[in-house]
């Protein structure tokens, strides 16, 4: 079952005496933040009075959070969004919601092991697949194959040394 509320962020400092928050962001790009209106922390929702991005990092201004008392309060806070108000181009999806899915050998059937994690590396992402051993696998078309989101498995072709 997909989760309401994603993870998209953490908050490691303040900025400013009128409480903005520095935001470490959990996406592929950090001004897909801009987009929404709102975050979620501790499943209370803040409405976003502004917000902007410097240096691979976010910068948000809630209407609720005005001086820098209040905002020191969410320093380390994870921030989130509500499913709903994302907008994820055409074949994209949430790495959240491939996590524990099976893996299979697409030429042979044979299961491979499980997704435990998606490494975000500059060169790009690469899916982190537990079994009998660890597997290693970028997430290019050369190697995952296709993702069965009904059937909670991915498809991969391994060659030798994976």
């Not at 509500?82 to 099976?102: H, M, N, T, V, Y």
Request: glycine content about 8%.
């Amino acid at each position: 079952m997909k989760k309401k509320y994603l993870e998209t962020g953490r908050i490691i400092n303040t900025r400013g005496v009128h409480g903005e928050l520095k935001v470490e962001p959990w996406a592929d790009s950090p001004s897909s933040l801009l987009q929404f209106g709102s975050f979620y922390i501790d499943s209370v929702e803040h409405k976003v009075v502004s917000s902007k991005v410097y240096k691979d990092f976010v910068y948000i201004q809630f209407g609720d959070i005005c001086t820098l008392d209040e905002a020191v309060k969410y320093k380390n806070k994870v921030i989130f969004i509500d499913r709903d108000d994302a907008k994820l181009p055409e074949g994209s999806w949430f790495i959240q919601d491939i996590l524990g899915f099976s893996v299979v050998d697409n030429d042979s059937g044979d299961l491979i092991g499980t997704l435990d994690d998606v490494l975000d590396l500059p060169s790009g992402n690469i899916f982190m697949i537990n079994g009998k051993s660890e597997h290693l696998v970028p997430n290019v078309p050369e190697f995952i194959k296709k993702i069965d989101f009904d059937l909670e498995t991915v498809y991969v072709h391994l060659i030798e040394g994976m």
